[in-house]
């Protein structure tokens, strides 16, 4: 039996309701392609610059002590960080995480493509040391300390104290409580590097109020107005000290 005109209307119109409502809720739907992310080395390296480069939501850099800008720095220092963290002379889980699985050229890669950005620096801050303690950590710095066997930080990390090429890196431009904690981790050998461990060496020979004096001092000072390192003819070899990670050449 064929059905009445009045009833056949009715299901055409509740037919064409239905397909209006389903092309709609298509329109609307979030889209199930996926969006394409660049394979680029920078895109796979947000997870540094998470950390390293922190910026605000109007994309200001973020200022935080615990992590080191790295843009700039000699990338033979930053392939020894590398290193170091994935072959356990430095103990940070998540830097850990990170590099344990990386091949050596990759991690220079990564190295080389850091060192190819402009530098970036922490301002310099207020000292709350006193003038005196001030006094004697510029005295360490430029001068060290014979009587202790003490070099001073000029004679490796060059008179701008913004590092050497290749290996060495800057002092300006770190945030006072980080300095502080490197010297901890040194001391507390949770930061090691190649043998023979320079840093560790001098970190045994500081007092803690020396630790203080010098990094107070550092962390009060401008950064130059070109705060790339210097090159490695800038400095005297032999280094006053042996180091591993920044050794003579053959």
Wanted: aromatic residues 6%.
């Amino acid at each position: 039996m064929s059905a009445s005109p009045t009833l056949a209307r009715a299901l055409a119109a509740c037919l064409a309701c239905g397909l209006s409502l389903a092309a709609t809720a298509h329109a609307m739907a979030p889209s199930t392609v996926p969006q394409a992310v660049p394979d680029t080395l920078a895109q796979r390296l947000v997870a540094c610059t998470s950390c390293h480069a922190r910026v605000d939501a109007r994309g200001n850099p973020v200022n935080d002590v615990y992590f080191p800008r790295i843009g700039g720095k000699p990338a033979g220092y930053l392939y020894n960080q590398l290193l170091n963290f994935r072959e356990g002379r430095r103990q940070y889980p998540l830097m850990t995480y990170l590099v344990e699985h990386l091949p050596d050229p990759y991690l220079r890669e990564i190295a080389g493509h850091f060192a190819a950005l402009p530098p970036a620096a922490h301002a310099a801050t207020a000292s709350q040391v006193t003038p005196q303690v001030l006094e004697r950590g510029r005295q360490l710095v430029f001068n060290g300390d014979a009587s202790r066997k003490l070099p001073a930080c000029v004679a490796c990390h060059g008179q701008r104290l913004t590092g050497v090429e290749p290996a060495i890196p800057g002092l300006l431009g770190l945030p006072r409580d980080y300095v502080n904690a490197q010297f901890g981790a040194w001391r507390n050998k949770a930061r090691r590097a190649h043998a023979p461990d320079c840093m560790a060496g001098i970190t045994a020979r500081l007092s803690f109020e020396d630790v203080a004096a010098v990094s107070g001092w550092l962390a009060a000072q401008p950064v130059p107005a070109d705060p790339r390192p210097s090159p490695a003819a800038s400095i005297a070899r032999p280094l006053p000290i042996a180091c591993g990670s920044a050794p003579e050449a053959p």
